[in-house]
């Protein structure tokens, strides 16, 4: 669901409607129009029931931007930043940008906006009669707008996600079992089976001549059932990020030369890639528009080459990067060797390879890290890691095979397939406390945000 259109900013929260808004706000004007019609019909005339029943669904929307806030002004008690409300077809959605460290503290967060849309019930139903002496049609709003708000609390607080009442199942089995997995996992499940049953219910009532309420509990229960379909994917991929190793997954992108290798033999090597450490910390220098005409012309920059180490009579000494060739004239390449130009091998970004998956996509999250170098338990190259492996492994962990062309793809560009957003996962996974960062690496970026709402 995309951002929409902001209106206007309550305490630094972005309120925007997203486009789909106006057709629920379409269809809740129609639905009230032929309410006011069976009960107002003498009181109003035609355009006054058509704007009774506009001004209706309008503060019907007003009480779904309380809830939202409710959940909102909370969750900033709790020290969570929330990024916006967004209003769309099926209500409102506050999107926070982590969840609550504690359970208690998500248990309030989720039990918010119920509560405040149980307050607006009990004051507009208690102010019926006064409202009613008033006028007839203001009595009749505010009846319906008390009852909506009441149905509004009592629907969010079914238990099982996407509703309030999930969240309130995963914060309750969070609290008594220690596990936010698994409170999620639990509040999953009785999302599904809600959705199911509202799909079922639906479409007992479309047989029956209930149009409208069964397209709705139609249409509620596909969207919890997409979203308890995407939960239990995301499951299954932070699962997968836990439990595979670095070393199950490497391969060996790297060439392994002797110190004493000329840089002419180099120059040799197929392909020349002056830019082979270009996606690494190593600033290859890139050739001048001018030079001298004795450089190679068919040396071009292939961030995704093969690295060069270097060894000494069986010891490593530290990686080469071919845009030394560059660099130096022509004359020099047959009495400089390799070694009198190499680099650390600390200068290439490391992972050991008894580290879980996730760390590695975390460390491959900045764009200048394409590729990490496995290091075994002595410290010593024993392969490399990319993001096409990554990808593989974990879809292959939870039963999905790709293609073997989008592999193809994925490999040619280093980019994770069908723009698999694991940084994203492994950020959340950080920020609910479900892996914890070792000393010396830091996270960068911040999380996606979650959903609070009706």
Known sequence: MGEGWQLFRIRGIPLRIHPTWFLILFAATLVFERHYRLILATTLPEGGLWLVALATALLLFVSVVLHELG???????????????????????????????????????????PLVSLALAVALLAAVHPAAHQSAVLGEMVTRLGWLNLMLALFNLLPGLPLDGGLVVKALVWQVTGSRRRGLV???????????????????????????????????????????????????????????????????????????????????????????????????????ETGPASRPSSASVDPLADWLLVCDRGRWRGVIDPAILQELPVQRWD?????????????????????????????????????????????LPSGTLERPEVAEAVLKKIGLRLPSQLLATAREQNGYPLGLALAQVVRSMLAAGDVQLPEGLAAEGTPPPSATGP
Request: aromatic fraction near 6%; hydrophobic fraction near 50%.
């Open 71 to 113: 959940h909102a002004f909370v969750a900033l008690s709790q020290g969570v930043r929330v990024r916006s409300i967004t209003l769309f077809l099926l209500g409102g959605v506050a999107s926070v940008e982590r969840e609550c460290p504690t359970a208690l503290g998500a248990l309030a967060v989720a039990l918010a906006g």
């Open 186 to 288: 639990v509040a999953n499940g009785c999302g599904r089976f809600l959705s199911f049953f509202a799909v079922g219910l639906g479409s007992w009532l479309l047989l029956k001549g209930v149009g409208f309420n069964g397209a709705m509990l139609i249409m509620l229960g596909w969207f919890g059932l997409g979203a308890a379909r995407n939960q239990s994917q995301v499951l299954q991929v932070q699962q997968a990020l836990r439990e595979i190793r670095v070393k199950d997954v490497c391969r060996r992108r790297f060439r392994v030369l002797e110190a004493s290798t000329t840089l002419r033999q180099l120059s040799r090597l197929e392909p020349i890639t002056p830019g082979g450490l270009a996606a690494t910390s190593l600033d290859p220098v890139r050739p001048p």
């Open 335 to 379: 009495s400089e060797a390799v070694g009198d130009h190499i680099h650390p091998l600390a200068a290439l970004p490391s992972i050991a390879e008894s580290a879980p998956l996730w760390q590695a996509v975390l460390q491959m999250d900045q764009p200048e890290r394409p590729r990490l170098l496995v290091l075994g338990p002595a410290g």
